[in-house]
């Protein structure tokens, strides 16, 4: 089964920086993958899905994601984040009827 | 409003003594699941339903069990609820296979 990794765990950055978190996933053939946020003491939301198409993938709240299947990422950015963006970003595949996901970046923005 | 709830918000509990925590969505979706969330592990899947009395394993189905008696409900029951079994868990549902999953706001439970 397809999975997927993030390799930045903790990500500590001022408003107006750019944000770029890694996402990789197992390997090759059909993929789908996701982006979710999770906002201190919330449930989890979905920024943006990659099934097919266009690799450069628009989210919600100006969040971006590429498909680069040579590498084998789904890498999530921001050009320019805000205090708010704090929250834990998980990038997720599915699988059959599962979702499964990495183990989750925790970002702080610091004002 | 669409939504996913769950019950209770919080949980303390003992070893050992039987508790249920509910799971209802409001958006007739068929597919349901529960994961448990623990630091530095992401998400993980126990239980997933794709319809009525239609339910499969997860990841980590030990000391778990579900039912899915009626489309909007999705129960998740631990018999004999463990310390390990302390962690954070959500609910999800969504229409289908590979479309958007909504996530409950989630129940903190702890077995002492």
């Known amino acids: 089964a397809q999975s997927v990794s993030q390799h930045n765990h903790h990500v500590i950055l001022s408003e107006a920086a750019s944000l770029e978190l890694g996402c990789n996933y197992s390997y090759g053939g059909t993929v789908n993958l996701f982006w979710y946020v999770q906002y201190p003491g919330q449930h989890l939301q979905l920024l943006l899905k990659y099934f097919s198409g266009d690799p450069l993938v628009k989210g919600i709240k100006g969040f971006e994601a590429e498909f680069i299947k040579s590498k084998f990422s789904f890498n999530l950015r921001k050009p320019s984040v805000q205090w708010s963006d704090t929250a834990e970003y998980f990038c997720?595949?599915?699988?059959?009827?599962?979702?499964?996901f990495g183990a989750g970046t925790t970002v702080t923005v610091r004002a | 409003e669409a939504q996913v709830t769950q019950n209770p918000r919080y949980l303390i509990t003992v070893t050992g003594k039987k508790l249920t925590v509910t799971c209802s969505q409001n958006m007739n979706h068929e597919y349901m699941s529960w994961y448990r969330q623990d630091p530095g592990l992401g998400l993980r899947q126990i239980y997933y339903?794709?319809?009525?009395?239609?339910?499969d394993k997860g990841d980590v189905p030990e000391g778990y069990k579900v039912s899915r008696k009626e489309k909007r409900n999705f129960p998740l029951i631990l018999e004999s609820p463990s310390p390990n079994q302390t962690s954070l868990y959500f609910c999800?549902?969504?229409f289908g296979q590979g479309l958007e999953a909504f996530f409950g706001q989630g129940t903190r439970l702890t077995v002492v």
């Open positions: 339903s794709m319809n009525v009395e239609v339910t």
């Open positions: 999800a549902s969504s």
């Open positions: 997720a595949t599915l699988n059959d009827y599962k979702l499964s």
